[in-house]
């Protein structure tokens, strides 16, 4: 039986839940490894997880890795209704659980001063909800955009590098007979067939070289990914945070369809919650009018993400809230600590594979280079990365360029960075110390 209009079927909605809770499970095993002592090389070191445990380790020597428990949900409910809030209103335990998340996480983002890249401060109050991650958001979203005018043809794009989620959701999971993606380097390279609608994304600080993005076409619907737009990431110490509500206001000004989102996983190194969160602009006719397919998705595939999640996400946040600055001083430590990762992987990647491009920039939550090396073509850089380093790392395929490229994860845990840094280098040279910055290092002997 098919569950919406369009060619979506119910059992490849639960077959993405399915496919959700495996990257969960998997995501997690990953990074219990990743904690275990890495000074032997033929431990295969996995640095294509992106995934934040550096923000673990700030919490550690700032007292917030076991925090008291102050939020309380119900574990024996679904953050979900099958029925649409524009049919019927939200059942009250849901929308307590909802109103309460979204009281503490606006309170947060409004003392940080970034809340205005989520809500249109000139707008009525928008319709804050959650899903497993912010891979969940971005699904539906695309979902929501193409099922709910079939007639339609849309082509969603982005400039290069990109987050590879993006034309996941839009090719990966589902076969979209009206949809299709495009990725550029200029926008001159976009060549729109008759009749098609541009929807652009935009990933700022960017994700995987730590940029600054804008829109940069003439997209009237912009999918605004904020899940790295801290102060810990970005090359300015702020995320880029004015610069990324310029152009917002910008575009808001010129009447384009925002849907921007953030999540727990990167800026908060909570991947374990599960918890995606958007404040659905349901003040804009458009994204009214596709509103019942963007609920209707979450609902069918994992439901809106956890209250156990949700609850210790939010106890965390209410624990910045009290902080001196909101907790500016742990994230100001990720920016310098992430800063030092890229300078030092820059400087023995490049004196281990001399020619290669590096593309990222100190702030950035990853290295991203074009790999020089005299056995490519007939090796893929990353089969000489496994062979020369035993180092597992992502492909720049799926995120616009070639394959030459590789992208790994800096984020990851001090020691494992370390040992990476060692293997790069040829000998023992490196400590967890000099790629964990923090202020205070009798804090971190304690």
């Not at 009018?289 to 999640?309: E, H, R, W």
């Not at 040992?419 to 202020?439: C, P, W």
Request: a neutral charge; hydrophobic letters at 40%; charged letters at 20%.
């Amino acid at each position: 039986m098919q569950l919406f209009e369009g060619d979506v079927m119910k059992s490849d909605l639960l077959k993405f839940g399915r496919i959700c809770v495996f990257y969960t499970v998997i995501t997690l095993c990953i990074s219990a490894q990743e904690k275990a002592p890495t000074n032997n090389k033929s431990l295969t070191l996995f640095l294509q997880p992106n995934i934040t445990p550096l923000f673990t380790e700030l919490y550690e020597v700032y007292g917030l890795s076991d925090l008291p428990k102050k939020t309380f949900f119900e574990d024996a409910i679904y953050l979900d209704q099958s029925t649409p809030v524009s049919i019927l209103p939200m059942q009250p335990s849901n929308q307590f659980v909802f109103d309460h998340a979204s009281d503490t996480l606006t309170a947060f983002h409004k003392k940080i001063g970034d809340f205005e890249l989520y809500v249109d401060p000139e707008k009525p109050k928008p319709f804050f909800y959650t899903a497993s991650g912010s891979k969940h958001l971005i699904a539906a979203l695309v979902y929501a955009i193409v099922t709910s005018a079939p007639g339609k043809k849309f082509v969603f794009v982005e400039q290069a590098p990109f987050y590879a989620g993006h034309p996941g959701a839009v090719s990966g999971i589902f076969t979209y007979p009206n949809a299709r993606f495009l990725a550029f380097h200029d926008p001159k390279e976009i060549k729109l067939e008759p009749g098609e609608e541009l929807v652009e994304f935009v990933t700022s600080p960017n994700n995987p070289d730590g940029k600054f993005r804008k829109p940069l076409t003439e997209a009237r619907i912009l999918i605004g990914d904020f899940v790295f737009a801290s102060s810990a990431f970005g090359s300015d110490k702020t995320g880029y945070r004015e610069l990324n509500i310029q152009w917002i206001r910008q575009a808001r000004a010129a009447g384009k369809h925002i849907f921007s989102f953030n999540s727990a996983s990167k800026q908060f190194g909570k991947t374990g919650s599960r918890c995606g969160y958007i404040w659905y602009p349901l003040y804009d006719p458009y994204a009214e009018s596709i509103f019942k397919k963007f609920f209707g998705f979450i609902s069918a595939s994992t439901v809106a993400a956890g209250t156990t999640g949700l609850a210790d996400f939010l106890d965390l946040i209410k624990a910045f809230l009290i902080m001196p600055e909101t907790g500016e001083p742990l994230r100001q430590n990720a920016s310098e600590s992430l800063k030092q990762r890229h300078i030092f992987v820059e400087k023995e990647f490049l004196n281990r594979y001399p020619d290669s491009s590096i593309l990222s920039i100190p702030g950035s939550p990853t290295f991203f280079a074009k790999v020089r090396d005299k056995r490519i073509p007939s090796k893929n850089p990353l089969d000489i990365l496994l062979e020369d380093l035993n180092v597992s790392a992502n492909s720049g395929e799926a995120m616009g360029e070639s394959n030459e490229f590789i992208r790994l994860n800096l984020c990851g845990y001090s020691r494992q960075l370390a040992e990476f840094l060692n293997r790069l280098a040829g000998q023992e040279k490196y400590t967890e110390h000099d790629v964990f910055i923090f202020s205070d290092r009798e804090a971190i002997a304690k």
